[in-house]
């Protein structure tokens, strides 16, 4: 889902501020050359995502969801 300016502007600050003073974990199930096309200004992307990785230990997973996993077993019930 494509994210408003607005959205997108108060996303780049937190990640400044938070990265600034602790801690951040994030989780998403596109990968960082996706996330252009959720957010409408390339420029405030990048520098998002360059705030994200600068000190980051990226963890990527491949697999199924566990949520969806659970709701297959349930489904199935």
Known sequence: MKK???ETQVLFE???HR???????ITANQP??????????????VAA????IHHA???EMEGES???QQ??????S
Request: charged share 25%.
């Open 32 to 45: 960082f050359s996706a996330w252009d096309q959720i957010f409408p200004d390339t420029v405030m992307t």
């Open 4 to 6: 408003t300016d607005a």
């Open 71 to 76: 709701r297959m077993k349930e489904s199935r």
């Open 49 to 52: 995502i360059d705030q994200l």
């Open 66 to 68: 566990y949520r969806r």
């Open 57 to 59: 230990s990226i963890i």
């Open 14 to 16: 937190f990640i400044g």
């Open 19 to 25: 990265s600034e003073s602790a801690n951040l974990i």
